[in-house]
């Protein structure tokens, strides 16, 4: 079973807007960690956030927040003020197990390509 | 600082031959290392990981080996490549002991078997 899904293959923003990128996840094991990563054209993998199972607040970091909803398996990457170089795929990822046992494996989504217009 | 070094940055390779990548990591010491493949279009798939020397577990059934000669050095394999293997290939590290912690990634390669 898919445990990362992420329903939008593609989307556009105008510049200097707020964009919303959707990731759900399925687990069982309730420690997990949950993480956000950009990769532009290059193709270099750019960690941008992460969200612990028992943080009691969403993160943010910057323009960057995630909309942690634990009840709906969601964790929603939110990018405020868009810019041109938030140009690139974004992918989901989930960690399961406090401190990842001993191999710390990230699942990842399929990604979503965000294009930012000016 | 940590660094991680991967090559070739690209690969052109007729089926049947074989295959070398390897990835390097820098100002750390056992580290946990993976490779990963990305298919065109598609999200990361995890092959290999491995916590120590020698250690090894491959998460799909594949065409590809992994090794771990030393701490720090990782090295993707193939004795016979398919056109299946195309692909962008990325390592990876960790290092354990965090909640948050997180993987740093190589610049990839990219794999095109003709």
């Known amino acids: 079973a898919q445990k990362i899904t992420q329903t939008q293959p593609g989307m556009f923003v105008q510049e200097k807007e707020a964009v919303t990128l959707d990731c759900t996840y399925d687990t069982s094991d309730p420690s997990y960690g949950l993480f956000w990563y950009k990769q532009p054209s290059s193709g270099e993998m750019i960690f941008l956030i992460y969200?612990?199972?028992?943080?009691?607040q969403n993160a943010t970091e910057g323009r960057y927040s995630l909309n942690f909803q634990k009840a709906r398996k969601s964790a929603n990457l939110v990018i405020s003020a868009s810019q041109l170089g938030d140009s690139a795929m974004y992918f989901c990822?989930?960690?399961?197990?406090?401190?990842?046992?001993?191999?710390?494996?990230?699942?990842f989504g399929t990604g979503t390509l965000l294009a930012v217009q000016p | 600082s940590q660094t991680i070094h991967q090559w070739p940055a690209t690969l052109v390779q007729p089926v049947g031959s074989p295959l070398s990548l390897e990835c390097t990591v820098e100002g750390t010491s056992n580290p946990n290392l993976y490779w990963y493949r990305q298919a065109a279009g598609r999200g990361l798939q995890l092959l290999f990981y491995?916590?120590?020397?020698?250690?090894i577990s491959s998460e799909v059934p594949q065409n590809l080996s992994a090794s771990r000669p030393q701490d720090r050095q990782f090295i993707l394999s193939s004795k016979k490549l398919l056109l299946s293997d195309s692909g962008f290939y990325l390592c990876?590290?960790?290092?354990?002991?965090?909640?948050?912690?997180?993987?740093?990634f190589g610049s990839g390669t990219q794999l095109s078997v003709l």
């Open positions: 990822a989930m960690r399961e197990g406090w401190y990842g046992g001993a191999t710390n494996k990230l699942i």
């Open positions: 491995s916590v120590g020397i020698g250690q």
């Open positions: 969200q612990g199972s028992y943080d009691q």
């Open positions: 990876a590290w960790s290092v354990e002991g965090t909640p948050n912690e997180k993987l740093f």
